[in-house]
Structures are given as structure tokens and as C-alpha cells.
């Protein structure tokens, strides 16, 4: 059992690039996520979606895209990099809202030359 | 929003059983209080989660007074892989994710 699979796990992008981060969960879960942390900070919200086919912004979801392709699959775009958004990106995954455990990836660390 | 304040930072000996203690005064009535665990270079855990009084897992126990303004996650005999960040949580289940936010946690250094 996979859990929340993120891809991919490192990525150095040039401003003005874009690129799409991928996730998947094996779990059947309603609820997918994708957080932000800089270094020395706590997670912070950039998307959410709710259920398939539902997507919502969170705290900082300027500068970000993202689809619920389906119920396992939830992907962050980023259509043109710029250094303020390197960082690393966590997925997450529960089975409903709020304050239902989450289920993390392993991160994709991205940095933006 | 009920947002939460914790310790930035805790030291303790190997064996000993420390206790996290997390502030939430603007508590609401439907919000749990959750616990994660961050090590590094992975993705936050789930350690555990209450409403009230006292809830105990395998790897914690989680004390929440009558008044629920304020939470203390207890790890009994520590070791030097529980060197970690920790996170507590307020969330409404019923409401939206924005109410569940990660503060910058506590960052607790094992020492052998």
C-alpha cells in the first residue's frame, strides 16, 4: 500500500518555466491537498479539493493551478516559475474535510533558478 | 480561525517522557485538536487526535482540559528518533479547510 505518491521527487526549473507536480493516493480517499513549506516554516495551504471534481484556493494559491484529474489523482501546476516559489511540496490526502487525519507524501522539492 | 501556539523549541534527555503543550483560546465548539509528527525530509504523520478530556494511542497520549482552550501532547520515554517537529492542529470537521492550518510547530531535539 503506496499511500500518497508524489513525482517528481526533486526538480530544478528556470523562471518562466512551467511545470506540472503529480500526486496520487491509493487510500479512496474524498479529500486531496497540496501545501507549500519554506524553510523553517510550518505547511501552508495552496489548494485543496474537496471531492472529485471540486477544487477550492487556500492560503497562497497565487501563481498556481491544479486539477483533480480523479478520485486518485490530484496534480500542481505551475505555469511560469519564478524563485519565490521554490519550495517543497507536500501532497496530502483524508478521507473528508477539516479536521479528518490527512495522509502526506514525501514532497517534491523544487527549486527555481 | 482558531489558530494555535506552541513552544518553537524542546530539549529533553533520551528515556524521558515529554510533554507539548498547545494554546487555543478561540476554540470552537465542532474543532478538534490533531497532532502531527514531521521528521526530516517526509511529509508530516499523524500522531493522534481528541476533543476532550484524555485520548491515548500507542505512540501518545493527548490531555485536553474541560475548558479545551489549550492541549498537551505527551510522549512517554522519548528516544533520539522521536527528534522531530510537532504540530497541533484545531479543526472543525464540518467546516471548511481553511480552519485547519499548520503553525511553524515544535521542534523537539532527543539528547542521548
Known amino acids: 500500500n503506496a499511500g500518497v505518491t508524489q513525482t517528481p521527487k526533486f526538480q530544478v526549473l528556470k523562471t518562466g518555466q512551467s511545470m506540472t507536480l503529480q500526486c496520487a493516493q491509493d487510500?479512496?480517499?474524498?479529500?486531496m491537498y497540496w501545501y507549500r513549506q519554506d524553510p523553517g516554516m510550518g505547511l501552508r495551504l495552496i489548494y485543496y479539493s474537496a471531492s472529485e471534481g471540486t477544487t477550492d484556493k487556500g492560503e497562497v494559491p497565487n501563481g498556481y493551478n491544479v486539477s483533480r484529474l480523479n478520485k486518485r489523482e490530484f496534480s500542481l501546476r505551475l505555469e511560469s516559475a519564478a524563485p519565490s516559489q521554490t519550495s517543497v511540496y507536500f501532497c496530502?490526502?483524508?478521507?473528508?474535510?477539516?479536521?479528518?487525519?490527512?495522509?502526506f507524501g514525501d514532497g517534491t522539492r523544487l527549486s527555481i533558478l | 480561525l482558531a489558530k494555535t501556539t506552541q513552544p518553537i523549541s524542546m530539549d529533553s534527555y533520551e528515556g524521558q517522557e515529554v510533554n507539548i503543550t498547545c494554546s487555543h483560546n478561540n476554540i470552537a465548539t465542532n474543532d478538534y485538536i490533531t497532532w502531527y509528527q514531521q521528521f526530516p525530509s517526509q511529509g508530516p504523520r499523524f500522531i493522534i487526535q481528541g476533543y476532550k478530556t484524555k485520548v491515548t494511542n500507542e505512540v501518545a497520549s493527548l490531555f485536553i482540559p474541560a475548558d479545551r482552550k489549550s492541549s498537551t501532547l505527551s510522549l512517554p520515554r522519548v528516544s533520539l528518533s522521536d527528534t522531530a517537529v510537532y504540530y497541533c492542529?484545531?479543526?472543525?470537521?464540518?467546516?471548511?479547510?481553511?480552519?485547519?492550518?499548520f503553525g511553524t510547530g515544535t521542534k523537539l531535539q532527543v539528547i542521548p
Open positions: 492542529l484545531v479543526g472543525d470537521e464540518f467546516g471548511g479547510y481553511q480552519k485547519v492550518t
Open positions: 487510500m479512496n480517499h474524498n479529500s
Open positions: 496530502a490526502s483524508s478521507e473528508g474535510k477539516g479536521s479528518q487525519p490527512q495522509h
